[in-house]
């Protein structure tokens, strides 16, 4: 109990549950959504934080972190990016390929509540990555479809990918995202924005039902990794012993906790109420491991 204690306590933006809790605050969330894109936003709101889009009826979905849409029905999803995982099997990173499928899911998303295609709302990806991607240095990279033939052609579908590198250092971004990036990286407080985000994390951390939510959130993924673990021991042992090797036990026990993990996260996948980061970070599996499972169970 002391120990969740202490990790609630030492919980920063970077942490999922924060995040999420901190970009739930619509002064906030609006705030930065204006400094990035140097406009005024009149109003957002909140399609859902963390929502479950589930493509078709074998599919166990995704959790997208934050969605909002403005007074102009432009639809922004922003994500929290710690660590820049790569496919264990392909070696490629994945997150080019995770913003194309967050894309898709976004629209088809918007099209099922009887959106017609041809007016599909502008749409902005963010990653929020603690890491510089294409290591330029640039403090934002934005994306949107052009003609190789000539560069200056742009498509207008509306559909927009940006990445922030809060480890940049080329580019002119406002004060405020610039200080905002510092608080990401070194938990500095430098303007009156990175103080309201500090005191919005000061309060959570002194809300009693914010605490018992983030310890009933890690009480559940405790016990999904020890049935999990249990689970894989129990497989692993009878493939050691079956296997008839001399050391059957050991080695079972040891791939027992490979299958526990495994076991774990699909039991956590089923459920679809964990976001894949978490799960990762839960059973100690790859970012490329959870989403190969889930692509398993689709």
Not at 31 to 38: M, P, T
Not at 96 to 109: C, E, G, I, W
Not at 167 to 187: A, P, Q, R
């Amino acid at each position: 109990m002391q120990d969740l204690l202490t990790k609630f306590a030492n919980l920063t933006i970077q942490s999922d549950f924060i995040f999420k809790k901190v970009m739930s605050r619509k002064r906030i969330c609006k705030h930065l959504l204006e400094e990035l894109l140097q406009i005024e936003i009149a109003d957002i709101n909140y399609i859902e934080a963390e929502k479950t889009i589930d493509p078709d009826y074998s599919s166990r979905g995704i959790r997208l972190d934050i969605i909002v849409a403005d007074d102009k029905n432009t639809h922004y999803n922003l994500e929290m990016q710690v660590k820049n995982n790569k496919n264990p099997n392909t070696g490629t990173y994945v997150l080019p390929k995770r913003s194309r499928y967050y894309q898709a899911l976004l629209d088809f998303d918007l099209l099922q509540a009887g959106q017609p295609y041809d007016m599909l709302p502008p749409t902005f990806i963010i990653f929020i990555c603690i890491f510089d991607f294409f290591e330029k240095g640039n403090y934002v990279y934005t994306f949107k479809k052009r003609c190789l033939e000539n560069l200056e052609l742009e498509l207008p579908d509306e559909a927009t990918t940006m990445l922030l590198n809060t480890k940049g250092s080329h580019g002119e971004i406002s004060k405020d995202l610039k200080s905002f990036y510092d608080y990401v990286n070194n938990h500095i407080v430098t303007t009156d924005f990175t103080k309201q985000i500090d005191d919005e994390i000061s309060y959570l951390k002194l809300d009693t039902k914010v605490r018992r939510e983030y310890m009933l959130m890690e009480a559940r993924l405790l016990d999904e990794r020890r049935e999990g673990i249990a689970e894989g021991i129990a497989k692993g042992e009878a493939i050691g012993i079956a296997k008839g090797e001399a050391m059957g036990i050991v080695k079972g026990e040891a791939m027992g906790i490979t299958n526990a993990n495994t076991a774990t996260a699909k039991r956590m996948l089923a459920k679809g109420c964990y976001s894949l980061q978490v799960i990762a970070e839960l059973t100690s599996l790859s970012i490329e491991q959870v989403e190969a499972l889930k692509a398993e169970q689709t």
